[in-house]
């Protein structure tokens, strides 16, 4: 059983990064002058998760959301991770 729950810990993991781009092209898109033309960079993924500091336009909201959701899914990943992991020993 501690397989299983090593594969919810690596999947929260890849979830949580799969936030990471999400999250920098809503910050990029919010305030073009302070990114410039950086693909990618220093990304503050719970502001974005928060709306702190980026744009109401409703395609930024789109990828907050996106990077909302995620970080749901991770959350949820590492509560039944730590729930089998305590259950089995």
């Known amino acids: 059983m501690a397989i299983v729950g090593g594969v919810f810990g690596l999947l929260a ?12 092209t809503a910050e990029a898109r919010s305030d073009p002058q302070r990114f ?6 220093y990304t503050n993924i719970w502001a ?5 500091g980026i744009s ?6 789109e990828l907050r959301g996106k990077v909302v ?5 991770v959350m949820a990943l590492f509560v039944l991770m730590t729930t089998i992991l305590f259950l089995n020993g």
């Open 13 to 24: 993991i890849v979830v949580f990064i799969s936030a990471i781009p999400h999250s920098c």
């Open 36 to 41: 410039g033309k950086k693909r990618f960079g």
């Open 48 to 52: 974005v998760a928060l709306n702190i």
């Open 56 to 61: 109401s336009d409703p395609e930024i909201q």
């Open 69 to 73: 959701v995620r970080l749901i899914i």
